[in-house]
């Protein structure tokens, strides 16, 4: 009976890990609101929910909060909170001890969410945004260059993770190995250098501070990141960029970043089988695209004319590259972990099967323990779908050169028929000579 007991407290256990998992559906209202535009009403939607999150999910708490203050227009809000979400990545990059062993023995849920390499990317790209906003170019420079930084780190931040789990690979018992093969060992190499985005940004500020060798420089940049990353860039390079280069003092430019679409969200894999009689099932994430409806976007500048932006980064397509080499590590550890609660069951029916031969116990006792063995192994594997919900999918960026003077622009979106879905209007807006005048836009759709 005390044996019955203890799987069943296995079960309960198994069961509150997973009900513990964070649940999309704390997104239900501010989706509603972010669709219509209306970024205010969604941020106040998630602030009263910030109990929900709960503690391990702080990261995604101040990223959601601070990217929706952000697109509200509340710059210094958005640049706290996404400076906290940045801060407790780097802090959860370190998992206390107590967190690893659970997160090797139940499910990757049950850690503090570190939040993704490409978040902590794209968090300098919007406090950089912000601090524009907030006219202190000189902190949006530093935010420019800590997106080099961290893209330079992640070509080193894995290789002891990497080494460790083929160490646990080549330690497994040599039937098991043969059985799974070299599934749980590829893991892919890291392939994303440069962010055309944040080049284009930094050229903007460069224009702004009239230091013109640095914006061709980075107007270079731009140029290499389509050139060398081809599968990340597999689309036209901008070419009326370069039209920054020749604003003069006396001229009034207008710049406009816009951001569509919508960053992909992550679903789960779920792989099971069975090694001789040990049965193994393991769950792991990945990455799946959330199609936009917009398809170009064209800026109307009144008693003017329209011009049309280009695209410049396809911030999906880099979230899906740099997760890759996580998914491929997150992959083999959910492997190994799936692998230890089988092999762990198995063991343990052996031995209440000794036992009960010597002691007389019936053979049933045996075959619940396999049975709660496996169901625990069923219920407690469960992927971590945690994802930042608000991050846009695509930029597109573009700028004209008008007299200085107050003009009133809208920025529509078109689908791929041309017909506008969604429009936003700037009305009075300033365009003064040798200064930089830019206008963000947003469709998350």
Request: aromatic letters at 12%; one cysteine or more.
């Amino acid at each position: 009976m005390k044996k019955v007991r203890a799987g069943f407290s296995v079960l309960v256990f198994a069961f509150l890990c997973f009900s513990c998992a964070f649940s999309p559906s704390v997104y239900k209202d501010s989706d509603g609101f972010v669709e219509q535009g209306d970024f205010n009403s969604a941020l106040s939607a998630l602030i009263e929910k910030e109990k929900t999150y709960g503690k391990k999910n702080q990261v995604l708490f101040y990223l959601d909060t601070g990217l929706l203050s952000h697109f509200s227009g509340e710059y210094e809000d958005s640049t706290e909170r996404l400076s906290l979400a940045e801060s407790k990545i780097l802090e959860n990059n370190t998992i206390s001890i107590s967190e690893s062993v659970m997160s090797a023995v139940v499910n990757d849920n049950s850690a503090t969410y570190g939040g993704e390499d490409f978040e902590d990317i794209y968090i300098n790209i919007f406090k950089a945004l912000n601090f524009y906003h907030l006219g202190n170019l000189e902190s949006g420079m530093v935010e420019v260059r800590k997106i080099d930084n961290k893209i330079r780190l992640l070509t080193t931040k894995y290789e002891g993770i990497i080494q460790e789990t083929k160490k646990e690979f080549d330690e497994l018992d040599s039937s098991i190995k043969d059985s799974i093969g070299q599934g749980g060992q590829k893991l892919f190499s890291y392939n994303f250098s440069n962010s055309a985005l944040a080049r284009y940004i930094s050229m903007l500020y460069y224009r702004h501070l009239g230091q013109m060798d640095d914006v061709r420089i980075d107007l270079q940049a731009v140029d290499k990141a389509f050139s060398s990353q081809p599968h990340l860039y597999p689309f036209p390079a901008p070419q009326k960029i370069k039209d920054e280069l020749n604003v003069r003092p006396s001229d009034g430019r207008l710049n406009i970043i816009s951001f569509a679409g919508r960053f992909p969200v992550k679903v789960e894999s779920v792989v099971s089988f069975f090694i001789d009689t040990v049965y193994v099932k393991f769950a792991f994430p990945e990455l799946k695209a959330r199609p936009s409806v917009v398809s170009s976007v064209e800026v109307e500048v009144e008693n003017v004319g329209t011009f049309t932006l280009e695209k410049i980064e396809d911030m999906s397509l880099i979230a899906g590259e740099t997760f890759n080499q996580k998914r491929d590590i997150i992959y083999s550890r959910s492997l190994l972990r799936g692998i230890s609660k089988g092999v762990a069951t198995a063991a343990s029916t052996v031995a209440v099967s000794q036992s009960g031969a010597q002691n007389g116990d019936t053979a049933g006792l045996a075959m619940l323990v396999n049975i709660i063995g496996n169901i625990y192994s069923d219920v407690s594997e469960q992927a971590d779908l945690r994802l930042s919900r608000y991050f846009p999918g695509v930029a597109y960026v573009g700028g004209i050169t008008l007299p200085p003077g107050i003009y009133n622009v809208r920025v529509n979106y078109k689908n791929k028929n041309g017909y506008v879905i969604y429009s936003e209007y700037f009305k009075d807006v300033d365009v003064k000579s040798g200064d930089l005048n830019l206008r963000e836009s947003v469709c998350l759709r």
